[in-house]
């Protein structure tokens, strides 16, 4: 690693709802500038404003502030390379086209949209506006120079278009790529200015990277076809380039990438908020993106972000798209759902108990005994309504197999005894109801499933679930009497 000083930015654009794929560049930036004691930039490519979105740069804030990504500088954390949205840093773009055009490096091109499209549907699929069309088309290099200036003057619209040299190689070492070589015969002689004045991507992100002082460019594989118009956007304004890395796409269990119609039809959500807004554990998410492409080198899995800011290394990072595991990123939640104590938890529980109507008379404390005794069973705390209903209201029906398995003639007699031991206890805990359990078996000369299983059905409704005392503890003596007394009367003898 040379000497200078390590930034990295994330650039996204306020186009919409921020990209799984967008978190996962913005994390291997947080993570490559924590490893190498740099700066993570954040900056809002908000130049193309006709695709742009009302709420897109705020919820981008919120996404990286979810996720536990700290910005160093950004429209939130002014710093010496701000403004940080490219909307107030027109005058910038705008005087690094005019000197590239006066280098001899770039050109006004006059061409309408309908005359492009004219040479277009001539030349063919082959058509590109380069350094062979660009002297058939109407341009300051075609036109003189007085009625260039005649143009300018009377305000007729034009772009500036990069002059792209003819006849030569692009190289460059890529960080996850290796050697990577253009011709420029395959670059096309790209717009910098728009006619509205506006910058393209192309120009606003190279001045703003050289401006900001970036170190590394870390960006998605779709962004290497761009890589050679940039560096010769460097070259032509005698810049040294950042060092590049282009990251693997995230794929589609379905093969492909991971298109938002792709993710839909998996079932896969491919937006951060909606993460967030399902409540899972933001440091799942982040555990679960960066291995999404990225291997520590053993088979440990589990990190925590300050674990990953030691260990990342963009050597790591393979050249291969990465298949999103849906069932894969739900482990990792339920890792650290588990992990947390059932009290922090109880906030989100409620919520989505609430939107599904249940809970609402309950207290913290039993909210979290939900929690507590529910954690081994589900993933996802949204999980918790549909896996953890009986907690919140007697069952109106049984499942049909254990009843048939569990429920026989003389069962409603030996819930019935279970009934009378159990109202007569002083302290209604665990570990005396299941010792009353035992009992009443042992008096009967039956075996405890017997009796544990047509417990069960009466308290839940299901075969299996929970530890079954602790749930009985927790739903407390008069609920549970009265749930035993309502299935002997509905499975009956």
């Known amino acids: 690693m040379s000497s200078t000083p390590v930034r990295v930015r994330f650039a996204p654009s306020p186009t919409g709802l921020l990209h ?37 740069e705020k919820d981008i804030l919120s996404s990286l502030k979810w996720a536990g990504l700290a910005v160093d500088e950004g429209p939130e954390v002014p710093g010496a390379c701000g403004p940080y949205r490219q909307s107030e840093r027109s005058d910038l773009y705008r005087r690094y086209a005019t000197e590239l055009v006066a280098s001899g490096k770039a050109y006004y091109a006059f061409d309408t949209p309908e005359e492009i499209e004219a040479v ?8 590109r506006y380069d350094a062979i069309i660009r002297n058939k088309m109407k341009n300051s290099l075609t036109l003189p120079e007085e009625e260039v200036q005649e143009r300018l003057r009377s305000e007729e619209p034009y772009v500036i278009r990069l002059k792209v040299p003819v006849g030569e190689t692009i190289a460059f070492d890529d960080l996850v790529r290796g050697h990577v070589r253009f011709d420029t015969s395959e670059v096309d002689d790209q717009v910098l200015m728009k006619s509205d004045g506006l910058p393209t991507y192309h120009l606003a992100n190279v001045v703003d990277d050289h401006e900001m ?51 839909e039809e998996q079932g896969i959500m491919v937006n951060v908020c909606d993460y967030a807004e399902a409540f899972y554990e933001p440091e799942a998410l982040i555990n679960f993106l960066a291995l999404l492409g990225w291997n520590p080198g053993d088979e440990r899995e589990l990190f925590t972000l300050d674990e990953l800011c030691e260990v990342f290394d963009l050597a790591r990072v393979g050249k291969s798209g990465a298949v999103f595991n849906k069932d894969k990123l739900h482990w990792f939640n339920a890792q650290y759902l588990r992990a947390k104590a059932p009290e922090s938890l109880v906030p989100a529980a409620r919520y989505i108990l609430e939107k599904e109507g249940l809970g609402s008379g309950c207290d913290d404390a039993f ?45 409603a007699d030996l819930v019935n005894t279970y009934i009378r031991t159990i109202d007569g206890l002083s302290e209604f805990g665990a570990v005396e109801l299941k010792a009353a359990l035992v009992s009443v078996v042992e008096d009967a000369g039956v075996g405890m499933g017997k009796l544990m299983l047509p417990v069960r059905i009466a308290v839940t409704g299901l075969g299996g679930g929970p530890d079954l005392f602790q749930t009985m503890q927790l739903l407390g003596k008069e609920e549970v009497i009265s749930r035993l007394r309502t299935a002997t009367e509905k499975l009956g003898s």
């Open 20 to 56: 799984i794929g967008g978190l996962r560049t913005a994390l291997y930036n947080y993570l490559f500038a924590r490893r190498n004691g740099g700066t993570f930039v954040l900056r809002i490519e908000d130049t193309d404003q006709k695709r742009y979105v009302a709420d897109a």
């Open 120 to 127: 277009r549907e001539a030349e063919g699929e082959t058509f």
């Open 213 to 263: 002082a970036i170190s590394h460019v870390i960006r998605g594989e779709e962004w290497l076809p761009s890589a050679p118009k940039h560096v010769l956007l460097y070259r032509a304004l005698g810049w040294t380039p950042p060092v590049m890395a282009h990251l693997p796409l995230i794929m589609s269990p379905a093969g492909g990438k991971l298109s938002k119609r792709k993710a």
């Open 367 to 411: 909210i979290a005994g939900v929690i507590r005794l529910m954690a081994e069973r589900i993933e996802t705390i949204s999980a918790l309504p549909q896996a953890a209903s009986f907690f919140f209201g007697a069952p109106d029906t049984y499942e049909e197999k254990p009843v048939k398995k569990a429920w026989k003639e003389n069962t």
